[in-house]
């Protein structure tokens, strides 16, 4: 009895199995269903032997069914039968393909298969999505409870090639120049195109869009745009977030417009500055040698350097301020100028306003080591320094203070900035 009750179990879990397996995978086809009954069926199915024997003493007979090596297999076959069942019915309902939108920022999902048709909803770059049916350019999807077409193209098996899509969205990506000879930088994304500029090996640029054989670039410290060819350029960069780059442009920009807002306040400081002096030596001496002297703004010595002009201002730093000083003991500002440049073999004029007349104009974007700054009060030249680069001056401020280095990008400095000359 305990054989035939194992295998009545096993014949009855086999139904129940099959029973599981339709509920569990209501889509699979008809065949497919009575494909799988009539295998688990053959599979289970083994012959049952009945013996009988009978008792001497009761004359009662037995019925013993017997169990061969066969049927023990199929009993043990039955028992897990029911798990691998249930992983079958699993693994159908899990049957889709997985994929990943491939998409920067979303892609619809249209009602059928055409770019007409209505738009059931999004799916966004990098989303998983199940795909349901595949036509010759389409895909049916589901994802985040929808379903609906996408063009083929926006849905990749790969994860990493759509998170690198979707990253696009609101990144952009550095890149180096490999090319040894640096890339020309066109003004279009094709070879007929103007050439406007080069980049050169190991610089680093952000990519902004592809257009065939060429990339969109910003390069430079004031984010210039143009074109170069995609085969000078790696392309395992880090990401960069676009909100960030557009602000740094925009914060260029200004900085741009500022310096040039300031050289323009500069120029006209100067040319104050320049008619005030002017008058004022016409006035005093009758004559305007003294200014033609100074035209040239340096002696038949002149040493020509002007980083060894910062060199030597830079020996007096700590040199007490001294109204009218000239020397080590004690300088004011155009004496400390003069006595420097003097150790250079450069002559230039006592004061600060005829200073500012010697050598030859600078901008302030072009502004070297040894250069002449100078500042107005609003009605003529106030103070001299000689620039030491960065954005900074050697210079004697004034009473109480001694021989330093200070910015001119102040507020004050950039407001009363009057220009510079070069006369090395």
Not at 337 to 365: D, F, K, L
């Given at each position: 009895?305990?054989?035939?009750?194992?295998?009545?179990?096993?014949?009855?879990?086999?139904?129940?199995?099959?029973?599981?397996?339709?509920?569990?995978?209501?889509?699979?086809?008809?065949?497919?269903?009575?494909?799988?009954?009539?295998?688990?069926?053959?599979?289970?199915?083994?012959?049952?032997?009945?013996?009988?024997?009978?008792?001497?003493?009761?004359?009662?007979?037995?019925?013993?069914?017997?169990?061969?090596?066969?049927?023990?297999?199929?009993?043990?076959?039955?028992?897990?039968?029911?798990?691998?069942?249930?992983?079958?019915?699993?693994?159908?309902?899990?049957?889709?393909?997985?994929?990943?939108?491939?998409?920067?920022?979303?892609?619809?999902?249209?009602?059928?298969?055409?770019?007409?048709?209505?738009?059931?909803?999004?799916?966004?770059?990098?989303?998983?999505?199940?795909?349901?049916?595949?036509?010759?350019?389409?895909?049916?999807?589901?994802?985040?409870?929808?379903?609906?077409?996408?063009?083929?193209?926006?849905?990749?098996?790969?994860?990493?090639?759509?998170?690198?899509?979707?990253?696009?969205?609101?990144?952009?990506?550095?890149?180096?120049?490999?090319?040894?000879?640096?890339?020309?930088?066109?003004?279009?994304?094709?070879?007929?195109?103007?050439?406007?500029?080069?980049?050169?090996?190991?610089?680093?640029?952000?990519?902004?869009?592809?257009?065939?054989?060429?990339?969109?670039?910003?390069?430079?410290?004031?984010?210039?745009?143009?074109?170069?060819?995609?085969?000078?350029?790696?392309?395992?960069?880090?990401?960069?977030?676009?909100?960030?780059?557009?602000?740094?442009?925009?914060?260029?920009?200004?900085?741009?417009?500022?310096?040039?807002?300031?050289?323009?306040?500069?120029?006209?400081?100067?040319?104050?500055?320049?008619?005030?002096?002017?008058?004022?030596?016409s006035s005093s001496s009758g004559s305007s040698s003294s200014t033609s002297v100074w035209s040239t703004g340096r002696s038949s010595s002149s040493?020509?350097?002007?980083?060894?002009?910062?060199?030597?201002?830079?020996?007096?730093?700590?040199?007490?301020?001294?109204?009218?000083?000239?020397?080590?003991?004690?300088?004011?500002?155009?004496?400390?100028?003069?006595?420097?440049?003097?150790?250079?073999?450069?002559?230039?004029?006592?004061?600060?306003?005829?200073?500012?007349?010697?050598?030859?104009?600078?901008?302030?974007?072009?502004?070297?080591?040894?250069?002449?700054?100078?500042?107005?009060?609003?009605?003529?030249?106030?103070?001299?320094?000689?620039?030491?680069?960065?954005?900074?001056?050697?210079?004697?401020?004034?009473?109480?203070?001694?021989?330093?280095?200070?910015?001119?990008?102040?507020?004050?400095?950039?407001?009363?900035?009057?220009?510079?000359?070069?006369?090395?």
């Open positions: 009895m305990r054989n035939l009750k194992h295998t009545i179990i096993a014949l009855a879990a086999i139904v129940m199995v099959g029973t599981l397996s339709v509920f569990q995978v209501s889509d699979m086809s008809a065949e497919k269903l009575e494909r799988d009954m009539r295998l688990s069926t053959a599979n289970s199915t083994a012959s049952i032997t009945i013996t009988s024997t009978e008792s001497e003493t009761t004359g009662t007979r037995a019925v013993a069914l017997e169990t061969t090596d066969e049927e023990e297999t199929a009993v043990e076959e039955a028992d897990s039968a029911v798990d691998e069942a249930t992983e079958q019915a699993i693994a159908e309902k899990s049957y889709l393909t997985l994929g990943y939108a491939n998409v920067i920022g979303s892609a619809e999902l249209r009602a059928e298969p055409n770019m007409e048709a209505e738009s059931l909803g999004t799916m966004s770059g990098a989303d998983q999505v199940e795909i349901l049916e595949s036509t010759e350019d389409w895909y049916k999807v589901a994802v985040n409870g929808l379903a609906g077409y996408v063009q083929k193209y926006q849905v990749t098996l790969d994860k990493d090639i759509a998170t690198e899509t979707a990253m696009q969205y609101d990144h952009y990506k550095l890149a180096s120049v490999t090319s040894d000879v640096g890339l020309t930088v066109r003004s279009e994304g094709s070879i007929d195109s103007d050439s406007v500029d080069s980049v050169e090996e190991g610089d680093v640029v952000t990519i902004v869009d592809h257009e065939g054989d060429y990339t969109k670039i910003l390069y430079g410290d004031d984010y210039k745009e143009g074109y170069v060819i995609n085969t000078g350029l790696t392309n395992d960069g880090e990401w960069v977030d676009k909100d960030e780059v557009h602000s740094e442009i925009i914060r260029v920009a200004e900085e741009k417009e500022e310096a040039a807002r300031q050289e323009e306040i500069a120029r006209q400081n100067a040319a104050r500055a320049s008619a005030s002096y002017s008058t004022t030596d040493s020509g350097g002007g980083q060894a002009i910062v060199d030597t201002a830079m020996q007096y730093l700590g040199v007490p301020y001294v109204w009218g000083g000239t020397s080590p003991s004690g300088f004011d500002c155009s004496g400390l100028v003069q006595y420097v440049c003097r150790q250079n073999g450069i002559s230039v004029p006592r004061v600060a306003a005829s200073q500012r007349g010697a050598g030859t104009y600078v901008s302030r974007e072009n502004l070297q080591p040894g250069d002449l700054v100078f500042f107005s009060n609003g009605g003529g030249i106030s103070h001299v320094g000689i620039y030491v680069g960065n954005g900074n001056m050697i210079h004697a401020p004034q009473t109480g203070d001694v021989v330093k280095i200070s910015s001119i990008e102040t507020s004050y400095r950039i407001s009363h900035y009057a220009g510079a000359v070069r006369v090395w």
